[in-house]
């Protein structure tokens, strides 16, 4: 790419009956990017919903020309992002979640020239800078210990890895998704693993996020199968599975 080309950004939308809060994601996010000198989509992907989500999206997508639908069966999170991100365009691809939890400007702090020398650029609600808005404190907690586990398992030094904004060259993209196996809430350990293991540089970016009572995340239901899955990426990482040639 010459230096005066736009840079190009494609921002990937994993969606599972997400019809009550999407319109207002999309609207959102197409008037902030209309706004910016980069040459952009945002893909929104459609994990098998069963309520009007894919319908809303293509309705936008009628209408906004950046607006991209992706069908895919029902995986999970990690599934729809690992499709998504494969099947972008961009030069950076960035991981949004439904509900829009972090002011849309602060997309501006995960690329040149405010972020650089990184492969991956992770969201962080963690340290000095960054702010959590309205977040019941058992929630929090919850997070914390979650984390403890994850740092102590497999990510050493990595205060949020479940934050759900992250960017990724699409170098990264190649180096990693390839690898990934888990679609489930521990996708996000499973995908900052492999980074480390490939030797990516990966970076935090403090933001501001805004707690959504709605949230799929179930503290009671999850916890357990996020810690099988912890496990196992562990012995993975332990059998060097991640530094081995994808689809080996």
């Keep these: 790419m010459a230096p005066t080309d736009p840079l190009t950004l494609s921002i990937v939308v994993p969606a599972f009956n997400e019809e009550r809060r999407l ?30 989500t894919a319908r809303i999206a293509e309705s ?5 020309p950046g607006v ?9 999170k990690g599934g729809a992002v690992k499709a998504g991100l494969a099947a972008a365009p961009g030069e950076y691809r960035f991981i949004c979640d439904a509900d829009l939890s972090m002011p849309v400007d602060e997309i501006g702090r995960f690329l040149p020239p ?14 000095r800078t960054a702010r959590r808005v309205g977040e019941p404190a058992y929630r929090h907690l919850a997070g914390r210990l979650f ?15 479940q934050c759900g904004f992250k960017m990724f060259t699409a170098a990264a993209v190649s180096a990693i998704f390839p690898r990934v196996t888990v679609d489930g809430w ?53 059998r060097g599975v991640y530094r081995r040639t994808a689809g080996a």
């Design 23 to 52: 319109a207002a994601t999309l609207t959102t996010l197409c008037d902030y990017l209309g706004r910016q000198p980069w040459d952009w989509e945002v893909r929104v992907v459609d994990d098998g919903s069963s309520d009007d």
């Design 60 to 64: 936008f997508s009628s209408t906004r």
């Design 68 to 76: 991209v639908v992706q069908r895919e069966p029902h995986r999970g």
């Design 114 to 127: 405010l972020a650089t020398g990184f492969d991956v650029a992770i969201g962080s609600r963690e340290g």
């Design 147 to 161: 984390n403890f586990m994850v740092q102590r398992l497999a990510l050493p030094g990595i205060e949020d890895s």
């Design 186 to 238: 521990a996708f996000d350990v499973e995908v900052l693993t492999v980074a480390r293991e490939q030797r990516l540089r990966v970076i935090e970016v403090p933001i501001e996020w805004h707690y959504r009572a709605d949230s799929q995340l179930s503290i009671l239901r999850d916890s357990a199968g996020m810690i099988q899955e912890l496990l196992r990426i562990k012995w993975r990482v332990l």
